[in-house]
Structure formats: structure tokens, C-alpha cells
């Protein structure tokens, strides 16, 4: 496990956090406001078990499930590290840790809980096939209702919106008071990727010292290293990287097909020499067609959906930036990075606690 520099990153998130939350701006966050329900009951409205979207899925806390005429029981085994629904009938088994689920006959499910701050919180969707409830979703006057019902429910979805419209009203005004007028701000989550979303690393090296540099900072995650025709003739640099599991790549400004081809050759040779692997990879920045020359070469041309070379990686704001950038990819995406690399470590924690993959580009990525 890696070392996180957790403080930092607190730091990072609280200024965000209090910037959202701002006198001027409280409204503005009311998007992330849910009502929730259980049949014809109202659940408090605080934001430690406030709903949330995940994983392509609602996830409402584990109360909704305490206490409620739902037939639906929670129970929690921190010895078994479990956090178990049940009824008569069956059960679901979450594990926490291995982000797992299953039931006591043995099946198992795609989806997973999350646990925030000391409380779980269950897949909803999941939850109501295993156990024969239904959900839904509906606009009222303040904020969206996730309403949880059983056959026990007296009242349809309109009939209980227009019953409880007071309630509601009062319940999100004191919220939203509650929000203004905290002392401190509740620690944000860190982004969260969609399920099994990858981040393809490129690092454009500025020289072959910089990239030995950067072995140390990445820790164990693998990346794949950008480096001239120049850079790859130090043997021992690429030898170190292949080792290590990264990748290589070539990068190339060349001006013709028949430069590039040069290039190719050099360092495909280079690349052999040094770690008997394959030259397959290559970021060309060009202008000529260079599609025949690379298929001919048996190579793949790298690209990235956020090339992040020009404004560097400085600092943990930088970093906390680019993560942002990176939370609005909901599928695998490459982020080239060069220039300054200093905020390395902080991006890689972020997206370490992201639970992002961190993964070298590869032939078939």
C-alpha cells in the first residue's frame, strides 16, 4: 500500500469544499440534495447518509433499512468486515474491504457497498431486486425524493409527495441552514472513478535524469515514459523502466515519413539492445500522414485525452485541478503529464483513493 499524504489532501479537499458551500453559493449545491423515504415515512435529511450516484447506481445509507416497515434488517460484522441485509427469505453480504457481494446460497453480484464516514451505503437498485421492493425517483417543490417501497406502503408516489410537501419543505430549509451556519465544513470524498475506470500515465521526459527522478515518486504504480531517439540510447534508463514493468514509448516530432522511419529504426534498435523488447508504441507530433509507416513498423500511435504538458504538475493544487478534470471521464482515459512533476505524489493519491487503475499503456489498451 502506498503512503498517502492524507493531510495534504484534506487540505485540498476542504478549500473545495468551502468554496461550495459559501454563504453566496449554499443554494447552488442543492443538486446533491435527496429526500428519502421508506414507504410512507421520512427519513431525516443530514448529510452524512445523503443519497449519492455511484458506479452507475443510487446508493442510499444503511438507516433507510433500521427501524422501517421495509421487511429489510441491517446488521453490521466488523469482525467479518460484513455489512449484511437481510429478511425471512434471504440476505445480501457486503464485503467492505473486498468490495464484494453475495448471498448466504452462495451467488454472487456485480455491485458492492461504500462506506463513508462510518456509514454504508447500498446499491439501490440491487437491493430492491434481491428483496421484492421497488424505488423511485421523483421532482418535488425543494429537492428530488428516493422513495423505497414495500407492499406495507398506503401512499402512491404523488399521493405521498403532496402529504408530506410541508414536512419536506421544513426538513430542507433546515438543512440548508444547518450548511450555512457549520463551523467546519465535512471532509469532501475524494472522486470517485466509475467501476474498474483505468488512467493511463504518460510522462514526456525532458531527460533521462528527470525520468529516473520520477521511478521514486511513482512508487510502484506503473506508467509509460515518452523519450526521444536521444534519450533511449541510455541503456541502463530503459533496462530500469522495462524492469519495472513500464512502458516505453517513442516520441517523435519528425517533419517526414521517411525521418520517421529513421527514428523508428533507431529506436526500435536501441529498445532491443538494451531490454530484448519490441519497439510498439509511439506519440508523434508531426505533420505527415504516418499511419502506413507506423502499421508497417508494427506499431501503435499513443494519444491522450488530457495532455497536461504545458500547464506541468507544480503542486497539490495543481494536482487537486487535474483531478477534477479527470472526475468528468466516467471510461478509461490517458493523461500525458511533463514539464514540472513535483504534485506527482499528490495526483497519484488522489487517484489512488479514487480507487482509479493505474495501468502502462499497452499494445492493446
Known sequence: MRRKKRAVLAWLMALALAAALSPA??????GDIYFTAANDTAMDLDAETMPFWANGAMYVASRLFEGTDLGVNY????????AILYSAQTDLRFDLAGQSCYDRDGNEYDSYAVERGGVVFFPLPLVCSVFGLTWSYNETDTAPLIRVTSDSAILDDRSYIDAAASLMANLYNAYLRSL???EEPPPEEPIQAAEGQKVYLLLACSSPEQARGLLGRLDGVQATFLLTPEQMEDGDLLRGLTALGHGVALYSAAET?????DQLRRAGDLLWQAACCHLDLVWYEGG???????EESGCVRVTAE??????????PEQAGELMQEIGGYREDLAVCLGGGLDGLAFLLDGLEEGQYRLC???LNA
Open 257 to 261: 515519413e521517411d525521418e520517421l522511419r
Open 75 to 82: 446488521v453490521r460484522n466488523d469482525s467479518l468486515g460484513l
Open 25 to 30: 453559493s449554499v443554494r447552488a449545491s442543492a
Open 306 to 315: 488530457l495532455d497536461r504538458r504545458a500547464e506541468g504538475l507544480e503542486d
Open 180 to 182: 450555512e451556519t457549520a
Open 288 to 294: 505527415a500522414p504516418v499511419e502506413a509507416v507506423l
Open 360 to 362: 502502462a499503456w499497452r
